[in-house]
């Protein structure tokens, strides 16, 4: 006798099937395997799939009183209104059953028919009674858990946005760190799930608690016959919703793989090498051998369903034959009325017939449960490592940053990105960093920020007098994001309105659309969106009502105007004129150093060496040392100099002629480390 048809799958089985088989040369090809993500659920695959009856009887207590904790502190009223709404629907459902076992009892009892209908009466009304308040307080756990769901949403997300955009950047760097913040994100809307789920949770749960009470009161051999029949019917749902469970696993990361490939058909970015290189061919093909694939796996997990229904209603049924074959014998005996026998039918049949959602439920409620203990954590680890909201206050009127012997290596890099590196910006001055790629220059514009605290060495913000300082691990860190304004060389593209991506440079302060189109003018970008046909009100992102497409360099000039409005003292931009057209260019540079002349301290990161020919003072960052420094003309003097290198070859592009190195250099300043530099 063949016994496959009775196999059941097993969730190692499961597992070891996604692990190996079913993926398709075209997965293989080009993704290198399942496209599987790096995140939370991944890591909850194991406890949901392993998912028993002891597993959510053990972690229902825990749910439930997280949902109640979350919603009290949320909303109490509300919160005490869906318990009482669920109480008392327990309450009616138990005296419906009560009014059931009344009027049976009364209908069954000795006499002519329209007596003993008369006599029913009573319990009749009650029944309709319990119906009606019944539905009301249903409507009201409704209106309740409605009341309370958003807000216990908003709660959890604002705690954890709040928590995490708090974390000091250096402890974002870490990958464990990062694993868990981001994990936290998609738990976010748990707590809304789980009140929800709950409700319906509670409500299937005190009605059959309702019935077993009253069903134990009318003979104590109910009890255990209402347990007999739920028993194998849980099973038979706690299996489903596992195999549902692993089912959907398999899934994902085929469909995830779809998506993935479907979605690169229709992206803008990708259209010229889906037509030209025949990438859509390549791509369609792909996605015919993948949903081939699925579909023949998706059959097989349909008859693996099919058999395990088999086998689990065959169980119940089985119970339900024995139970009712006792209720049978015992009122064959006289021990049970013919009427509690009838509502022992009624309580039983309408206590497990949600057995199946209950399990669902509750399975979902686990899930949930396993994301908001993310979140929880999440925002745990994100308070540990947030930036400090106290510290020493600055200097009344900050003159200079002075940094000293500062060192940094990120998390899990294997060199440092800066070395003993000493520099001073000044305001009213341009100060330049120069250097190859990845010499540190963005480094140390982090560095100069605030935003990354260098272990060994010093930032001191100082003040005109030079004694009144603070070393930026003791400083108020707000303080300092407020004399900080950035415009960094991978700035973000909001996805908002001309006039938002302005104004968001001072998020904290109330437009001002003045200031706005004023930066927008320095920053040569005014007359452009004034005509557009929406103006500052256009979305600069294509595919929005109002959406417009900025090129590149009208983006950086729309990310120097948001830099301008910003106002601050201490102006650290990197590359800002790497997309700009030369007149763009060299205006923006007028533009920076007119800003010194007000007063700001400029720092300027680029590549156009140029620019920097005018500049106070330049440094030059060599593998996150500090090679060279000086004057344009100071370091031109040095004849075997990085910065000369540099520019001599940027000039040559041009066929300009290098300058001959003058005989005095007697005011550069050169580390003692740099090769050839004069002593
Ligand atoms: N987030 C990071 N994690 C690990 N290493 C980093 C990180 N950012 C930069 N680095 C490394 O630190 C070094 C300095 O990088 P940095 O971005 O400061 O250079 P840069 O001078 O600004 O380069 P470029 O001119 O290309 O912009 C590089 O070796 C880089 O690989």
């Known amino acids: 006798m063949r016994r496959t048809g009775r196999r059941r799958d097993t969730p190692q089985d499961a597992r070891s099937a996604l692990a190996k088989g079913t993926i398709s040369n075209a997965e293989r090809e080009l993704y290198g395997g399942r496209l599987r993500y790096d995140q939370s659920y991944v890591r909850h695959v194991g406890p949901l799939t392993r998912l028993s009856f002891r597993h959510m009887a053990a972690a229902l207590p825990r749910m439930v009183a997280l949902v109640l904790r979350t919603g009290w502190q949320t909303d109490r009223r509300a919160m005490a209104g869906v318990v009482a709404a669920q109480l008392g629907q327990g309450v009616t459902a138990a005296w419906g059953l009560v009014a059931v076992n009344s009027v049976l009892t009364d209908l069954f009892a000795e006499g002519p028919t329209a007596d003993r209908l008369r006599e029913a009466l009573p319990s009749l009304a009650v029944l309709a009674a319990t119906a009606v308040v019944a539905a009301l307080l249903m409507a009201w756990s409704t ?333 108020n860190r707000a303080e300092i994001f407020a004399m900080v ?40 970008v005014l007359k452009l969106i004034e005509s557009l046909r929406h103006g500052w009100d256009s979305i600069v992102y294509k595919g929005y009502e109002r959406g417009v497409q900025l090129s590149g360099g009208q983006w950086q000039k729309l990310g120097t105007a948001r830099s301008l409005y910003r106002g601050a003292p201490f102006l650290l931009v990197d590359e800002p004129t790497s997309a700009l057209d030369p007149h763009a260019e060299i205006a923006a540079f007028e533009g920076l150093w007119s800003l010194a002349e007000e007063g700001h301290a400029v720092v300027l990161v680029t590549h156009r060496l140029a620019a920097t020919a005018n500049a106070d003072r330049i440094y030059v960052l060599d593998q996150g040392r500090v090679a060279e420094e000086g004057t344009h003309g100071q370091l031109m003097a040095l004849p075997d100099g990085i910065y000369r290198g540099m520019f001599t070859a940027q000039a040559a592009q041009y066929g300009a002629n290098t300058p001959a190195v003058p005989s005095q250099t007697e005011h550069v300043t050169t580390p003692k480390s740099v090769k050839g530099a004069p002593q």
């Open 143 to 475: 209106a309740m858990s409605g009341r309370l769901e958003p807000q216990v949403e908003r709660a959890v997300s604002a705690r954890y946005y709040t928590a995490v955009t708090r974390v000091e950047l250096e402890a974002t760097e870490r990958p464990e760190v990062q694993r868990v913040l981001e994990a936290g994100r998609f738990g976010t809307d748990s707590a809304r799930s789980m009140l929800m789920l709950s409700v319906g949770v509670g409500n299937v749960l005190i009605s059959m608690v309702a019935a077993a009470v009253v069903l134990a009161s009318l003979h104590w051999m109910l009890l255990p016959m209402l347990l007999v029949i739920a028993l194998p019917k849980g099973w038979g749902a706690v299996s489903s919703a596992r195999r549902e469970y692993v089912s959907k696993l398999h899934w994902i990361d085929h469909r995830r793989a779809i998506a993935s490939l479907l979605g690169f058909l229709t992206r803008p970015h990708a259209q010229g090498e889906i037509r030209v290189h025949a990438a859509g061919t390549k791509l369609l093909s792909s996605y015919e051998e993948m949903s081939h694939q699925t579909e023949a796996e998706q059959r097989r997990l349909a008859h693996a369903q099919a058999s395990t229904d088999l086998v689990a209603g065959a169980f119940a049924g089985i119970a339900s034959l024995a139970c009712y074959g006792v209720l049978w014998w015992l009122l064959a005996d006289g021990s049970l009325p013919l009427a509690v026998g009838g509502t022992a039918v009624l309580a039983i049949r309408a206590s497990t017939a949600r057995l199946t959602s209950l399990v669902q439920q509750v399975n979902r409620l686990y899930e949930e449960l396993l994301f908001l203990t993310d979140t929880e954590d999440a925002i745990a680890l994100a308070s540990e490592n947030a930036i400090p909201t106290t510290g020493t206050p600055l200097p009344a009127r900050v003159h200079q940053v002075r940094v000293d012997n500062v060192s940094y290596t990120y998390p899990g890099a294997d060199s440092p990105a800066l070395q003993n590196v000493s520099l001073r910006v000044r305001r009213g001055e341009v100060t330049a960093l120069v250097g190859a790629n990845g010499s540190g220059k963005t480094t140390l514009t982090k560095v100069l920020s605030g935003l990354l605290l260098p272990p060994d060495g010093n930032v001191w913000w100082q003040g005109a007098e030079g004694s009144d300082q603070v070393d930026l691990r003791d400083a």
């Open 485 to 524: 304004g950035l415009l960094a060389q991978d700035f973000p593209r909001w996805e908002m309105t001309a006039a938002a991506n302005v104004a968001i440079g001072a998020g904290d302060r109330v437009r001002d659309m003045g200031r706005v189109k004023s930066a927008a003018l320095s920053a040569g």
